[in-house]
């Protein structure tokens, strides 16, 4: 279902872009994959340690119009706790913003958004039962991209999620395709 979901989003996203971009408004602008470390922030369900450090993946699809960025971001996160177990979260956000030009070969990104926060726990004391929950978040991103080539660039990207379940952040490497 999740598969089927996202290839609707970007196939809606393709004919928006053949559509508007002859009225120079709509313009698919890039896509990125994220590789880092993550962490919890504070712990709000009781379910969780704060000693926690993971691995992070996120994929981003980037639209422009006009001078405003809006992206469709998909993170995906896997922690190993030693006391409580495995645990991970997964976030589909849509998000807001800004590209400012540093100059020609480096230019940073802000957004801010809204999304779908999954977060889940296997237990090892309660014979490794998994609770699961799910709520809104509110992402926060940054990405300082150093451009190698035109259409191609590597950076750091600082995320942040804040939502009522547990608040999380990672730091990732960045690359970047313009199209």
């Given at each position: 279902?999740?598969?089927?979901?996202?290839?609707?989003?970007?196939?809606?996203?393709?004919?928006?872009?053949?559509?508007?971009?002859?009225?120079?408004?709509?313009?698919?602008?890039?896509?990125?994959?994220?590789?880092?470390?993550?962490?919890?922030?504070?712990?709000?369900?009781?379910?969780?340690?704060?000693?926690?450090?993971?691995?992070?993946?996120?994929?981003?699809?980037?639209?422009?119009?006009?001078?405003?960025?809006?992206?469709?971001?998909?993170?995906?996160?896997?922690?190993?706790?030693?006391?409580?177990?495995?645990?991970?979260?997964?976030?589909?956000?849509?998000t807001?913003?800004?590209?400012?030009?540093?100059?020609?070969?480096?230019?940073?990104e802000?957004?801010?958004?809204?999304?779908?926060?999954?977060?889940s726990?296997?237990?090892?004391?309660?014979?490794?039962?998994?609770?699961?929950?799910?709520?809104?978040?509110?992402?926060?991103r940054?990405?300082?991209?150093?451009?190698?080539?035109?259409?191609?660039?590597?950076?750091?990207?600082?995320?942040?999620?804040l939502?009522?379940?547990?608040n999380?952040?990672?730091?990732?490497?960045?690359?970047?395709h313009?199209?």
């Amino acid at each position: 279902m999740k598969k089927m979901t996202l290839s609707i989003i970007i196939i809606t996203l393709f004919y928006f872009n053949s559509t508007l971009a002859q009225e120079n408004k709509l313009q698919l602008k890039s896509t990125s994959l994220g590789i880092g470390l993550s962490g919890l922030s504070s712990d709000n369900t009781g379910i969780s340690d704060t000693s926690t450090a993971g691995f992070t993946v996120n994929l981003d699809l980037s639209v422009n119009l006009n001078k405003n960025i809006f992206s469709l971001y998909l993170n995906k996160d896997f922690k190993f706790n030693l006391y409580d177990g495995r645990e991970h979260y997964n976030q589909l956000n849509a998000t807001y913003g800004r590209e400012f030009e540093l100059n020609d070969w480096l230019k940073l990104e802000g957004h801010l958004g809204l999304g779908y926060f999954n977060y889940s726990v296997k237990n090892s004391s309660t014979d490794f039962n998994t609770n699961r929950e799910s709520t809104i978040g509110f992402p926060l991103r940054v990405k300082l991209i150093f451009y190698t080539k035109k259409n191609f660039g590597i950076g750091i990207n600082p995320n942040l999620n804040l939502n009522s379940l547990v608040n999380t952040y990672s730091v990732n490497i960045v690359f970047q395709h313009n199209f």
